[in-house]
């Protein structure tokens, strides 16, 4: 297995490689590298793609001790160290683009580009922390079962079949796992303030039915963004967009980074 022994860890990530511009992209709460399937398939021709699993997730060994999204930047930042990579277009759904902000703000000159899925740049909603909080307690004393695997995939996929396919996947995994990454996501810092710093050309996609982050947060995000070249919705889609509705993210995708 491709790993990179990075900040304590020992990053899995899958690289199609080549000498087309990269690309890294992150995945979110609860995912995996996995989740890029369809974008993997349809920009490795053109591009290097590069996916990786986060800290608590997929087959990265995490060291199980608490972090924040700017230790994940500095993870997405090591990864590219380790694969030779100065400069990347920089790309995450959910949680990865909590990290990918992070990483523009931690290392301008290393971000080509930024994309965002789903994403935001706000700190989470007080209303929705307690029921999150409470979903996440339950999966770490009792594991993903039936109401907390169905609630937790309508909110995030919300299409039967993938429902089924990564509630499986959740259920194979050790369910205590949740605990330091649901509490970096409970807890992160709000960076809205930051996003005029961050000079780079974006791209923000986003699903008309997600209702983990709505709308408005999204194009509040655009609108600061000094270089946001394009806001694509994705019509009937929820939080992973890129997941269940690829056909119209891959074709925003192949536009943006042809542009570039």
């Given amino acids: 297995m491709p790993t990179a022994s990075v900040n304590g860890q020992k990053i899995y990530f899958e690289d199609t490689g080549g000498k087309g511009p990269p690309i890294i992209l992150g995945h979110g709460f609860l995912m995996d590298h996995e989740m890029f399937a369809p974008q993997v398939a349809a920009l490795k021709n053109e591009f290097r793609v590069i996916t990786w699993d986060e800290r608590g997730f997929g087959s990265t060994e995490f060291d199980g001790k608490p972090f924040t999204y700017w230790d994940s930047a500095r993870d997405c930042l090591a990864l590219l160290d380790h694969l030779g990579i100065e400069r990347a277009v920089v790309g995450g759904m959910s949680q990865g683009g909590y990290l990918s902000l992070r990483v523009a703000l931690t290392a301008p000159q290393r971000v080509r580009a930024l994309v965002r899925i789903d994403t935001q740049a706000a700190a989470e909603d007080p209303a929705k922390s307690a029921g999150y909080k409470q979903l996440m307690e339950g ?32 259920r194979a995994r050790p ?86």
């Avoid at 005029?196 to 996609?205: G, N, S």
């Fill in 175 to 260: 369910h205590a796992l949740i605990v330091e990454p649901g509490h970096c996501l409970l807890e992160r810092d709000d960076i809205s303030t930051r996003l005029a710093e961050i000079k780079c050309p974006a791209l923000v996609i986003h699903g008309t039915n997600d209702t983990a982050i709505p709308m408005k947060n999204a194009r509040a995000m655009a609108d600061a963004l000094p270089d946001c070249r394009a806001f694509v919705e994705v019509d009937g889609a929820a939080h992973a967009a890129n997941l269940t509705h690829p056909k119209p993210v891959n074709e925003a995708l192949l536009e943006f980074l042809r542009s570039l």
């Fill in 139 to 170: 999966w770490a004393s009792m594991g993903p079962v039936d109401a907390i695997a169905q609630t937790v995939a309508k909110i995030i996929i919300d299409q039967p079949g993938e429902n089924e396919r990564w509630i499986a996947k959740w």
